[in-house]
Each structure stands twice: as C-alpha cells, then as structure tokens.
C-alpha cells in the first residue's frame, strides 16, 4: 500500500528538508508539496466544500502563504531524501509561466531519478489566481493549453506552440524529463468534468477522501474507477497506467484498506504543521496510525 503525506508547513522556524527526511524514515512512500504563490488581503473567493461559505482558518492571519516553493523545496528534497517519491499537490497551473514550469518540472524529476509526480489543478481561491492574470471562469480551459505547451516541450528537441492563452516559436527547452515522455500528470478535483480531463490529457485522479467529497465514501470509488478505465478504452488509450490517489485521507488505517480495496493506488495525508516539534510529534502519530 503506498501511503504518502502533503506537508502543509505554516511556520518555517526549523529544518523543513529534515523534515521531509523524517517522513522518509518513518517509512512513508511518497511526499507531496502544496502552492499557493500569494494570498491577496483583500480575496475573493467561492470556498469549495465549505459549509459556512467561509475561508478555512489555515487560509487566514496570513498563515498559508508562508507555503515554500514547491519546486524549490522538492529540488532540495530530492537529493535530501532519495527514496521518497516527490508529488506536487497540487501546482496551480496556470499561474505559472507554462516555459518556465515545464523546465521547473523537468529538473526536479531528474534531480529525483524519475521519482517525480506532477500533482495539478486550475486553483480555487479566485483573487490568488487573478493576481497571475488567469482567466478565472475559463482556467481549466487554460490549464488544457498550458499542458499541451507542455508536452510539446517536453517531447521535441525544438518546440513551437501556438493557442488562447500560449504563444511561442521554435525553441530549445532542456533539460527534458527524466520519465519519458514526461512525469504522470494526475488531476485533482470531483466535478463530473474531471474525468474528461483526465481521459483527454491525464495519467491519473486526485479526489479529495472526505470533507464534502462523495468519494469519501469508498463505495463510490470502484465505479468511478471503472467509468475512467472505459472513457480509456473509448479514446484508444489503455488503462493500465491509470493511478488514483486519495487526497487528504483521514489518519486512520482501515479507513485507507477501504479505499485500496476499493481501488485506489495510493492514499495522501494532509499534515499542517506549526514548530518543529509538534510537526514531528504529528508524524510519529500519523505513521503509527496509518502505517
């Protein structure tokens, strides 16, 4: 079973790379970076999941955007912790520079032997994403385009693309990644367009495992596994290389054999974590409940 932790990390006061040594020692599979690049102080937003319409508190005070870059972060890790596989979860695409991300993506999947997976999502907190000129109502339609310059990138030794929202000529971008053609891109999000998006330019699903999401019920997991593998079969893709992988699970262990019986590939936990040594107490916990 590959049990994974996202690093929420709210306070840097301490060795955030020894950090992520511990969740190698312990024994987890893999380790997953969040973003968010700024919080606006005035934002606006449609909170997704929220029951009171509210920000959640780990968004206010000013608390997640002490979030590290990803990549950055994940770079340093790579090398600080060679058996751990390195996610994004999630980079918001495009609020990046699609050029400039697919040579962020490519490094770190080499500085980490191919042990790289490129976690995404089109963002949610809406005055985050228009502060990085993201046409907010179309931003998966801009997620799309910036995907595909991606490949292109990745897959030609010169690339040229032109779309909506990516416009470049014939260049050299290297260096490419060391997992050919490129990192699994896996999609995080439960909306009935997600599988679309998966089935048209994804290798793998990030639903959330509860708060509002129906897939905290594993039940649902099996035939929504099912459904993907068939829009597979029906664009002539196979599914064999198909991965889903259980965002934000509940710390607790029978909770994730469910969702592997169910059909899951992986199960993400969510840490947030405030000093040092809370932040290890907090792993020490989860690796004894879930592990």
Not at 19 to 30: I, P, Q, T, Y
Not at 159 to 181: M, N, T, W
Not at 246 to 272: K, L, P, T, Y
Request: charged share 25%; glycine share 10%.
């Amino acid at each position: 079973m590959k049990i994974g932790v996202c690093l929420l990390m709210t306070d840097h006061g301490f060795d955030f790379v020894g950090l992520a040594r511990r969740v190698e020692a312990l024994g987890f599979e893999s380790l997953w970076a969040p973003e968010h690049g700024v919080i606006p102080v005035a934002y606006k937003t449609d909170v997704p999941g929220s029951e009171t319409g509210r920000v959640p508190v780990i968004y206010q005070d000013g608390n997640i955007d002490h979030i590290v870059d990803p990549f950055v972060w994940l770079g340093a890790v790579a090398v600080a912790a060679p058996r751990l596989v390195l996610g994004t979860g999630i980079c918001l695409v495009p609020e990046h520079n699609p050029i400039h991300l697919a040579k962020q993506v490519a490094t770190v999947d080499r500085l980490a032997g191919g042990r790289f997976l490129f976690g995404i999502g089109a963002g949610w907190l809406r005055g985050e994403s228009e502060v990085f000129g993201v046409d907010f109502p179309r931003r998966w339609r801009q997620t799309q385009e910036h995907v595909a310059a991606m490949k292109t990138l990745w897959s030609r030794p010169i690339a040229e693309y032109h779309g909506e929202y990516v416009s470049f000529p014939p260049v050299i971008c290297d260096p490419k990644p060391l997992q050919r053609p490129h990192p699994p891109i896996l999609i995080a999000g439960e909306q009935e367009r997600v599988a679309e998006r998966i089935v048209d330019y994804g290798d793998g699903w990030l639903p959330r495992a509860r708060h509002t999401s129906p897939y905290q019920d594993p039940a649902l997991l099996g035939p929504a596994r099912r459904r993907l593998e068939t829009l597979y079969r029906q664009r002539g893709r196979e599914p064999g290389g198909l991965t889903i992988t259980m965002w934000d699970a509940a710390h607790d262990r029978q909770s994730n054999r469910r969702f592997f019986e169910a059909g899951a590939d992986r199960v993400v936990h969510i840490v947030i974590t405030g000093d040092e040594p809370s932040a290890l107490r907090q792993l020490d916990t989860l690796a004894e409940r879930v592990l």
